[in-house]
């Protein structure tokens, strides 16, 4: 569903229910076409652990082009 996925840890600090939060989570910048958002939306949906992930789909608006047709390729069917 996406190429070169990218995974990091951070601390966040956070309301959620009139309740403070201060924990370390992890955020991912997939790389994926436009058209699998929905299904990537559907998979973090079934293993996430909060009631609702954050989860953006974000344009790419200029970029290397061979690198643009890898993740086309990578993420064909």
Not at 8 to 18: L, N
Request: charged residues 25%.
């Amino acid at each position: 569903m996406c190429g070169c996925p990218h995974d990091s840890p951070y601390r966040t600090a956070y309301r959620w229910r009139e309740e403070a939060n201060d924990t370390t989570e992890a955020s991912a910048a997939l790389r994926t076409r436009r058209t699998l958002v929905n299904a990537i939306v559907k998979r973090t949906r079934q293993g996430h652990p909060y009631e609702f992930a954050c989860v953006a789909g974000l344009p790419i608006i200029d970029g290397d082009q061979e690198y643009a047709r890898w993740i086309i390729d990578e993420t064909s069917n």
